[in-house]
């Protein structure tokens, strides 16, 4: 199992807007580079991508959640 | 004042302490709303009253009507001042402060929707006699290719709910305006909730200039002359100046005419921004109004000499201006750079961090208008903006030079900023002779 880290600080959201479908599911595949969130900073929106192929087990935080750099953000099971 | 006696401030950073110490040089009390991130920002202990209004992330603090209405109401405060960004140019959020029998600081709900719809903005502009930039009001995809043949290319496909730079896309010829047009209409959709977008001729070479006005509830419509801020990347002014160098003095009170007629055609109220394009042989294209107070302001208060945060203020309070027309004259030069915490050398990413050391520039001419000091965190939760250097003197000249010497001595460490950037700027020989364009800065980083 693998633990993905923030790699800025800011607000983390799991969908690509308000009204939208999350990014990924827990329990569901992901692909290498798949978004599975996106990080705000400074009104800057970065795409949080898996850094391996796997299954995503849970996420640590909630859809608009205030994340610190390095903060873990989801597990993944390779 | 007597109808005001309690303005609830319902913004951060600098400009909130901006709007403060207006309140208080007229006597007014002061409430600030901060969210967690800004709980210990020196100018929150400098209101009369502080209301925490919940987490750091903007969506559920300074986006928030409902905290805000909530927090205004709970203090007995007889008005709000939204300030620029966050929620300044909703016309819900005036709504809703209208409507628990506050005062919003700023023009009507009304006022605010038309002119935050750009296409009936357009539509407004041309009745008043004020031109815009050739093109479409809305219409579908049809509409918009006969419009970009007759007007020519390039054009650009904007979303009539944007504005700010926001939601724009360029077409070089009808099989990109065909390929943009759906995208731009869904991009709309999703990000101002509106799917209308217009199509307009995109001047080449143009400069982008506003003109400052004010206005009453009694009927006076007045106007503080002009600002360039055609440095601009991706759509985000890097540094003003006032008066625009590009405006010829024959044009200047044309184009602030213009302004005038926009604002008074609308029913006004409060203080207000026209923006325009302005070609290469000097006509000018009006392009939206903005309804709130402006980032960059204070340069057209030091030419001017009027104190626009608190003519708002009278305004709000159902007082006339305190200025006529004929006694407002423009005196000298101005600039402001924005510094930003972004790192000019690695693409303009944000920044955010504690300050370890800040030293600020003085001398005859100089305003720093910031929240920080040595020691406080620029927090990762809102815009980058850090810090407003607005530098003043009797010509142009003076103004470049007192600007490059307040540039050397400030010292912002701890984060990376866009001061570097400035002093850059600052020494080239186009900007010294005030010959750039949109476009200009985009290129000259591109180098």
New interface residues.
Partial sequence: MRTLKAPMPGVFYRRPSPGDPVFVEEGAPVEVGQTIGLIEVMKNFNQLKADAAGTVTRFLLEDEDEVMIGQDVVELEE | MSPLSTVLIANRGEIALRILRACHQLGLRTVVVYSTADRDAPYVRHADQAVHIG???A??SYLSTEAIVRAAREVGADAVHPGYGFLSERASFAEAVRDAGLTFVGPSPEVIAEMGDKAVARGLAERAGVPTVPGTQGGPLDDAVAAAATVGYPVLVKAAAGGGGRGIRQAEDENELREAFPGASQEAA??FGDPTVYVEKQLLRARHVEVQVLADTHGNVVHCFDRECSLQRRRQKILEEAPSPAVAPECRLELAGAAVRLAREVGYVSAGTVEFLLDEDGKFYFIEMNTRIQVEHPITEAVTGVDLVAEQLRVAAGDSLSWRQEDITLRGAAIECRIN??DPSADFA?S?GQITRLELPGGPGVRVDTALSQGDVVS?????LVMKLVVSGRDRAEALARTRQALQELTIDGVATTADLHRRLINEPELARGDYHTSWLEGYLAR
Avoid: H, I, L
């Avoid at chain 2, 990762?380 to 980058?384: A, L, M, R, T």
């Fill in positions: 987490p750091s992330a969506g559920k999703t990000a915490a972004e944000p955010p990762p939760y809102y815009d980058s």
